[in-house]
């Protein structure tokens, strides 16, 4: 059973240790797709002068050849993380040729699921297994679902910090269990309460009619805003929400959040388990494979979830396994859509409030949840991504409803005391003025990104691909009139080589063939 405190925050008070929360880790992942200059999503092959996707460390692909993913390394302070993204989208952009990144979440520029390049990673065991999931992804949900992009905020607590509530819970654990277990105290204090972040930063009210070109009776469950795009009104986050999605495997999985080991052991069997309907798809066909395996998820980054643990895995190994050697290093939030008027997609202001209320999801109490409540925390996030600025929406606070606005301003006031411990003895209070910002939001759902975005679409009458390429023109327009220094142009230069020899190195030392690559690979325990 869970153990932890009713407040972690009131203990380190108690102590006059509440400093400790300073300084945590943010790493960011941003994905954007690249367009031709006619606005289409581009059919080109991912530039070579951006260095290997498979290997290179800061710029890579996602599910798409044109679907870019950059990486940040973590950093204490936000702003070194927001500089290292910024000069990882300059550096791209010295290097794209007649292209630019689309700047919304929802894609536009598709021409059904087949005008969707599927990501090449080279001839190497590992690049094949990355790109038969791809396929695999495919037949299982479409490639339109798959390139939508996000923003994924990386965050680790302080090293510092767990000694010091080790002892103070009095914990009989290990360390390192002991901050596994609280990592998934923050985890399941997120799936219950991010409903927020979509309120909040939500920026993909309104969908590209081509969008659902390859399936068309699914338009149907949409308003028509204009002839080219479809909505909600009160929408806030259609990225995360369920539209489009074919297949409903996912749905009744019950993943187990209440410990490390729950955790693996729930997604190992979903791993394992075979799926008739993928079953029926067959694995390879006519020689050629069409997915990895035909269980219920071929690997563990096909579970889509809000909130990943993360551990940093070694060449080959299972993420699963990693977790279960080494526990959880850090979390992975994934339910940012891009800022379509940030050049890189996020700002310090919205990083800011996501650290802090990360802090306030570990600090707090987190009771141990059932199927039953991870099925009201879906719902909860499926009812504010439809309609989350709906007057007078109620959500369901475990057993009891209760007013959007009213729960929002709760988290919001448990948030004030962290946010003035983080600016406690800055020059500035950067993290009160990200929560002052967000009250507003809160008070005045006109205010939030999803109803601007709405907003300007009917004053300006233009249709949602349009109007996210004019914005997504006008960044680029900023990219190419500048140019990045040539200290770091030398830096990205090297890593793009590196990561070019890295790959010919792993493609040289394969000595075995794709068959059995596979089977090794799953046979890990």
Sequence with gaps: ????????????????????????????????????????????????????????TQITTDY??????????????????????????????????NEHLLASSMPCGINGDE??????????????????????????????????AGVHFNY???????PVLHQLEDSKESLDNFKSAAYFDLIRNFQHRGWLILYLFGASP?????????????MAQFEELDQGTLYHPYATSLRMSDIGYKSNNQAD?????????????????????????????????????????????????????????????????KPTLALKRRGVLYVEIRSLDLDLYNPIGIDANRARF?????????????????????????????????????????????QKSVRLQDWANGILDR??????????????DFYNQALVAQRKLVENPDLTPSAMILAQLRDTKQPFARFADQISQHHAINFNSRQLSETETLEFTKMAAESHAKQASIEANDNLDFDAFLAKYFSQS
């Design 354 to 398: 996501i650290e802090a209320f990360l802090l306030c999801c570990l600090l707090h109490d987190s009771p141990e949840i059932d199927a039953a409540d991870f099925k009201v925390n879906n719902s909860n996030q499926l009812k504010v991504a439809h309609q989350g600025r709906k007057p007078d929406l109620s959500l369901m606070d475990r």
């Design 253 to 317: 999985l019950n993943i187990d959040y209440n410990s490390l080991e729950g955790y693996v052991d729930s997604l190992s069997h979903a791993i394992n388990t075979p799926y008739p309907e993928y079953e029926k798809q067959g694995v390879k066909v006519a020689g050629e494979y069409q997915q990895l395996n035909s269980n219920i998820l071929q690997i563990e980054n096909e579970y889509y979830s809000t909130v990943r643990p993360k551990q940093i895995i070694q060449p080959c190994e």
């Design 415 to 428: 948030m004030q005391p962290i946010c003035d411990i983080l600016d406690a003895g800055e020059t500035e």
């Design 156 to 162: 680790s607590v302080p090293e510092t910090l767990w």
């Design 64 to 97: 798409s050849e044109a679907l870019l993913e950059f990486i940040t390394p973590p950093f204490a302070d936000i702003k070194d993380t927001l500089n290292s993204l910024g000069s990882i989208h300059q550096y791209v952009y010295d290097n794209l040729d």
């Design 1 to 56: 059973m869970n153990n932890s405190p009713k407040n972690r925050l009131q203990l380190l008070l108690d102590t006059n240790q509440q400093a400790l929360i300073k300084n945590g880790l943010k790493g960011i992942e941003k994905e954007s797709l690249r367009l031709s200059n006619k606005g289409f999503i581009a059919q080109t092959k991912h530039p070579e002068k951006l260095g290997a996707a498979l290997t290179h």
């Design 206 to 218: 309104a969908i590209c009619k081509n969008f659902f070109k390859s399936r068309p009776e699914l």
């Design 115 to 148: 005008s969707i390049p599927i990501a090449e990673y080279g001839d190497s065991n590992i690049g094949k297994m990355k790109h038969v999931y791809r396929q695999g992804l495919w037949h299982r949900y479409g490639r339109t679902m798959q390139a939508i």
